[in-house]
DNA sequence: CTGAAAGCGCTTACAG
DNA sequence: CTGAAAGCGCTTACAG
């Protein structure tokens, strides 16, 4: 590989001017510049960004953090963020954290030094001192699609409002008996989708049924096995809200699986609309979370921060739900 | 950030033995050591990774070139690469290329010094001089998936073998009349599963007929399309191969949508076992592909070219494909 | 076994 | 506008 000292010299100039050619900041006469250019060209210099790191400048590299890739939800977003990056010329580095505490720390530890300028945070749970800690070294960050309140830069769904969308979608067409498959409470944005639930049956004056709320569910295993459970015990919903597009998917299965049609006997709506909702039988009607223009939203984000000098105070921004109707409720 | 010459001051020896007690290959007395491993553990230093790469030591990460990471098949494989690069200590940088050689070369550019000790590829067509030539600067590359002939080291299924078994087992269930929906023939695997359909109709005295082979589809969009066609068209196959698992979800879409059932009227059979097979209705019967364990076996076969200083002969590690019955086959 | 020195490939004050 | 020098944080021959 090419290194400056050899452009210089065949450059005739010095490794400086080359550096300064390049970098650009500082004024270099048009003719020196000319040549430094004819020579970088000819030999296909590209400055070593190792050494350009150590120097302090940008290394152009961010990380993710995500639950897992294999969760149906993540790749679009990934693929916004990367996209986005690869376009300011920056590299990501994927992390699966499967919501340890340990991954993450582990994976702060090794990315930390200078490998990376900055995170993207899929993964938060409300208590996450280390990535607060993180924050407080002024490194930069950027929340996406779940996050940590108002401390952190973030890119979320108003979870609560599409929930809300969802359920009162269901009671306006005629079903009372709904059925909530909820994820981790301790996660801020299953919280919400909850209460998204809850104000929409309180409008319809449904009181809440204890026997209809499951929590604490992840992915379609695990949905599927509640709701087997649930319609074998005798316990027959009008609707169920899975509130993700994976237990929604868990959810079709088991109740076709038990014997009843979907919609005909029993409504089944999701959150998400992951890519798979449209081929889904019957197609899934479910609330869109927009991943791939979050992810690019967050690397916008994050990269600003990471290029801009001064901070400015966090924003969490909240992109509005939207429901979208396909073939699941009756 | 501390660094080693303020550990050094610490333990009261030189930043030389404080770099030889971390790297490990030289011997120090092991009172020296401890105090050394005890100001590491004080400060909480960790070396500057760039620094130690620039120094030419491994900076432990890979680059990951997938055609793109929200096609239902990769993030499998890509879990099962980084949970064995981050076993290992490595880090994964994800490249989404889309099978554009121009992505696939800026890509290389800009990871190629140093930043990056080796690549996984699962993008590979048959012409990729690019590719070839980084092999050439012996730089650390396997294949995934997709392979470019015996020179490079992959991890590959036998394709062949796979839609031989699909196609067989739709043969020895009545079938005679079986579309296939084929990729790209440029991409080797799809030749491969091309040559596997061929095989199996040959065996049972099937003639080839051109109307009931489609070529070049990709995802379930296109393939599903191109079913509505055939159907409207009035062709009425008995069975359907789709040579991935996105193009069989198209195609059970478009059936549905034509008005015929899965399988009573026609049979379909995909290519991935991806996650979601099991999920589909009817559930898919598909050939396997451990995607999963094929990342962990590309990566580590990665890892071990990066790290042992002699190269040996490139090996093409050829999976047995194995096919998963479920329903969608009468 | 250990320290001082050189050097990896850059960038950026410091002179001129 | 340009060059020589220092320095980023390490590692590793070179002496001792």
């Given at each position: 590989?090419?290194?400056?000292?050899?452009?210089?010299?065949?450059?005739?100039v010095s490794a400086?001017?080359?550096?300064?050619?390049?970098?650009?900041?500082?004024?270099?006469?048009?003719?020196?510049?000319?040549?430094v250019l004819d020579a970088v060209k000819d030999m296909n210099y590209q400055p070593n960004p190792l050494a350009q790191g150590l120097k302090g400048t940008r290394i152009k590299a961010i990380g993710l953090f995500i639950p897992n890739v294999r969760d149906l939800v993540f790749p679009a977003a990934v693929r916004g963020i990367e996209?986005?990056?690869?376009?300011?010329?920056?590299?990501?580095?994927?992390?699966?954290?499967?919501?340890?505490?340990?991954?993450?720390?582990?994976?702060?530890?090794?990315?930390?030094r200078r490998l990376i300028n900055g995170f993207i945070l899929s993964t938060a749970r409300s208590n996450s001192p280390h990535l607060l800690a993180l924050k407080e070294e002024k490194f930069p960050m950027v929340?996406?699609?779940?996050?940590?309140?108002?401390?952190?830069?973030?890119?979320?769904l108003d979870n609560r409002d599409g929930a809300y969308q969802a359920v009162k979608y269901l009671v306006q067409r005629g079903h009372r008996k709904i059925v909530i498959l909820n994820g981790n409470m301790e996660v801020y944005l299953y919280r919400e989708r909850f209460a998204g639930y809850r104000q929409a049956l309180e409008e319809a004056g449904i009181p809440l049924d204890k026997r209809l709320i499951f929590d604490n569910i992840n992915g379609w295993d695990e949905s599927g096995r509640v709701v087997r459970d649930m319609l074998n015990s005798g316990v027959r919903p009008d609707a169920i809200f899975g509130t993700s597009d994976p237990k929604a998917i868990g959810v079709l299965k088991a109740v076709k699986d038990?014997?009843?049609?979907?919609p005909d006997d029993i409504s089944v709506i999701g959150f998400d609309d992951s890519d798979i909702a449209a081929f889904l039988d019957p197609p899934l009607t479910t609330v869109a979370q927009p991943f791939y223009e979050m992810g690019v939203k967050a690397c916008e984000k994050l990269i600003r921060l990471i290029e801009s000098k001064r901070r400015s105070r966090p924003k969490v921004e909240v992109l509005p739900a939207r429901l979208v109707v396909r073939d699941s409720v009756r």
């Open positions: 590989m090419v290194n400056i000292k050899e452009v210089a010299k065949q450059a005739g400086s001017t080359v550096s300064r050619v390049l970098t650009g900041n500082i004024p270099v006469a048009a003719e020196t510049r000319q040549k996209d986005t990056a690869k376009q300011h010329g920056y590299t990501v580095v994927l992390c699966n954290t499967d919501e340890s505490i340990e991954k993450e720390l582990s994976y702060i530890q090794n990315l930390r929340c996406l699609i779940r996050h940590l309140g108002e401390e952190l830069d973030a890119v979320v038990c014997g009843f049609r979907v």
